[in-house]
Every structure is written in C-alpha cells, then in structure tokens.
C-alpha cells in the first residue's frame, strides 16, 4: 500500500486531504507542524509527503530543508510536494527541496500530478 505522510496544521483540511487519499487506496498519516514530521519521517518510509507551507512553529520550507539534510539517501529522494491553497509559491519551492505543487483541495485531477511521484 502507498503511504503518504501529509504534513498539514487545519484540521478541517488534514480531513478532508486523508479521506480523498484514504478513497484512492493510500494510507495516510497526518503529521500536524514541520517538526512533527521530521519526527515522523526518520520512523517510517513514505511514498509520498504532501507538505503544507504556512504552519506554527516550523513551516513546510524549513521542514522539507531538513529532511533533505538528513543522512540516508532516502530523504534526498522522497517526493516531497507543496501543498497549498496559494500557486503563486510555485516558483521557489525546488529552492527547498520540493518537487512540485498540488493545490488545496485535493481533487481528483490532482491524482495524475501524484501518481508520477509514486508509480
């Protein structure tokens, strides 16, 4: 099973984002700020991370600069991507380490984007 880490700080959007990836078959597991996702990270191999970029504490930038650093080739290589409502962040996020952009709400057209990252 693919397994996501989506890394997201309102509640009503780590709903909605589990349960549209939960219904494509993904399992999900919601990290609430960047630090808790590090955390997480250095635990488990996901697929897949979908960061959100504006959170408390640590934001998605500072989070996926981080996870990158870490000593294992795997965090140089898991696809990490942007997600956030504002497409106008686009332009600096392979700065940090993302590989892309998928936009908030998750929909259905936004699938294709993911599959190229975990297929």
Known sequence: M???LLVEDDIINQKMASRFLVKCGMEVTVASDGSEAIDLIKGKKYNLVLMDLQMPDMD???ATSRIRALDDPYY???PILAFSASEDV???LSLFGMNDFVSK???A???QKLNQYIA
Do not use: A, F, Y
């Open 109 to 111: 057209d936004e699938m």
């Open 2 to 4: 693919i397994s996501v």
């Open 90 to 92: 686009q332009d600096k």
């Open 60 to 62: 998605g930038c500072e």
């Open 105 to 107: 709400p998750l929909r």
């Open 76 to 78: 140089k290589t898991v």
